[in-house]
């Protein structure tokens, strides 16, 4: 059995492998592009141009240093240290990034949106007020308290927020489901862009006199003007969710008078919005370690669709992977995701195999 076993992780699974990896086209058509400045013998593929797949080293897919924290000596109190595909050529064609937000006690990372991704956040340590607006006409505010290993979802193109309510540092990590997720903070880009915006664009959209200071202005975008960028920009991405999110319901009946509009999507029958709760976008006890007593001495916590509802049609998912000493994750293949693996404890020996013939 140990040489069948040791002929099928280095031989049949290859294959499978390289079948699996072509079933979603127009995404990558490789195995994977690394991202090159210099257009000499390259081909321009999303944006970057590839790397030839026999000069990619270890390096390309490895980036170091996100256990440093980011200084939070700012106005705001936090402090964004983005992965996207122009640090981490390696994401080039994956459609996932990565992002480390520090905060410093009551630091906020301001009300913002993400034209091209959701985001996935988990909080690694304190304690933070998270919420999102739907867009027009409703502007729901769906709003949460997360402790040490909650997961919340923020869906694609929605104005979201995170703040620190602690008197300690907090820290969380987050995954977007693009390689370049764009960031639109709303206050910069309404006050701050450049040329500036025309003050009576600005009195005549919030309903304000021009001669009405700046703080009145601010309190009145973050509650009722700007909610309508939120939602065009969430309508970009066609045939993403055609409405900001989906919560997934498994019981037909539940789903209420909105299955009279709406049919299966993505697998999983979609829950009336006016129905939706902040429950449903936030996944609790990351933070428990995960029994390891098994042959392998590892254990995933998937936290998909299945486990959390609200992540249906968003096109992302979590897993926290726990080790023991010299315990194994072993040799696998995900048919419909690119992974971003980030270490928070220990040293792990990781690596891929690349498609036929190269392997």
Do not use: W
Request: glycine share 6%; net charge negative; hydrophobic share 45%.
């Amino acid at each position: 059995m140990t040489k069948l076993f040791t002929c099928l992780l280095t031989v049949a699974l290859l294959a499978l492998a390289s079948s699996l990896a072509s079933a979603h086209d127009p995404s990558s058509l490789q195995d994977f592009c690394v991202a090159v400045n210099n257009s000499n013998s390259a081909v321009f593929v999303n944006g970057k141009f590839c790397k030839d797949p026999k000069l990619t080293t270890a390096d390309d897919f490895f980036l170091p240093g996100l256990d440093v924290p980011g200084s939070t000596s700012n106005q705001v109190g936090s402090n964004v240290t983005l992965i996207n595909v122009d640090r981490f050529p390696g994401l080039n064609t994956l459609g996932i990034a990565l992002a480390r937000v520090d905060y410093a006690p009551y630091g906020l990372n301001p009300p913002h949106i993400h034209p091209r991704a959701t985001e996935i956040q988990t909080v690694i340590e304190g304690t933070l007020l998270v919420g999102f607006v739907t867009s027009n006409p409703d502007n729901r505010f769906i709003t949460k308290v997360l402790n040490k290993g909650d997961v919340f979802v923020f869906p694609m193109g929605l104005i979201h927020f995170q703040f620190n309510i602690g008197e300690t540092n907090a820290l969380a990590f987050s995954s977007l489901s693009s390689q370049n997720p764009g960031v639109i903070t709303i206050a910069n880009a309404t006050f701050g862009s450049n040329p500036p915006i025309n003050p009576d664009v600005l009195a005549k959209a919030f309903q304000l006199d021009k001669t009405s200071n700046m703080t009145k202005l601010f309190t009145c975008l973050l509650t009722v003007v700007l909610l309508a960028l939120a939602s065009s920009l969430a309508s970009a991405h066609d045939p993403s969710p055609l409405q900001d999110f989906c919560v997934a319901v498994n019981n037909p009946d539940s789903a209420g008078m909105y299955l009279l509009y709406y049919a299966l999507v993505n697998g999983k029958f979609c829950k009336d919005p006016k129905l939706t709760t902040v429950d449903d976008f936030i996944f609790m006890g990351l933070d428990v370690p995960r029994n390891t007593l098994n042959q392998l001495g590892s254990n995933v916590t998937l936290v998909n669709v299945d486990m959390f509802p609200g992540l249906n049609t968003l096109g992302i998912a979590l897993a926290h992977v726990d080790y023991a000493p010299y315990g194994l994750n072993p040799p696998h293949i995900h048919p419909r995701a690119s992974k971003l693996l980030t270490v928070i404890e220990g040293t792990l020996l990781v690596g891929f195999v690349t498609s036929n013939p190269d392997n």
